[in-house]
């Protein structure tokens, strides 16, 4: 009885420092070795390196929104949102911290704000298609694919002639599986800009045969280059 008794506790001290070991680092289901305690502190180095910013600049609309996104990520609502309002407040077109507040206020089950905000920002970025691209662009983001449609529409609406804009709300279409709408509208950017040879491609294996217009219209290349330098940023 007495050895059953010493077996039984071995089992149980055995069991504990496997579970504790479990806890302390683990693998992802790509075999990469990840420790919570490590992960926790990475973060808390991110959130004090982004308060020391703040220190330094209290009206930096970047810090707001990225200290936002770590609360967000914790589930502390409230002051997610309070940094969102402050980078919204230092920095009306920081299209980022609107489409996250918006995500934000569906995570919090607050739909009825939600929708009213999220009409709210659509409207203000009405006056501009580079606006309305980058707005939607950062809905698509958090899968937030109706307002990113509403707002790919209400830009291509003013500039019909972009390619950029056109390409965007094609390839929406082609990660949607609509091929027809896809179609349309990257076939609608290769005819305003020919020389897209990645539009080709993707033409050519939706079954679609291009040829270069004999005129070639003008294109805002603006909103390229303000879409390259966003997504580098984010990298």
Known sequence: MKNMTIILFIA???????????????????????SDKQLSKETD????????????????PQAHYELGKIYHSEG?????????????????????AQAAMVKLLIDRKSETRSEIIADMYISQASVSAKH?????????????DDYALGCYRQAVKLAPN????????????????????????????????????????ELGR?????QSPRK?????KSLEKILEKKDKSKK
Request: proline share 2%; glycine share 6%.
């Open 206 to 210: 939706l079954g679609v045969q291009v």
């Open 12 to 34: 149980v001290a055995v069991a504990v420092c496997l579970f504790a070991g479990c806890q302390e680092q683990q693998k992802t289901v790509h075999g990469e070795k990840i």
């Open 45 to 60: 180095s991110d959130k004090l390196g982004l308060l020391k910013q703040l220190d330094k600049k209290f009206e930096n």
């Open 216 to 220: 070639r219209k003008t294109d805002t």
């Open 76 to 96: 502390l609502w409230d002051k997610a949102e309070w940094e969102y309002n402050k980078a919204l407040a230092f920095d009306p077109v920081h299209h980022d």
């Open 132 to 144: 309305s691209l980058l707005l939607g662009r950062a809905f698509q983001e958090r899968m937030l």
């Open 162 to 201: 972009s390619s950029v804009i056109n390409k965007q709300i094609g390839y929406y279409y082609l990660l949607k599986k609509d091929k027809r709408n896809a179609e349309r509208y990257l076939r609608r950017s290769f005819e305003i800009n020919p020389r897209q040879p990645e539009i080709a491609g």
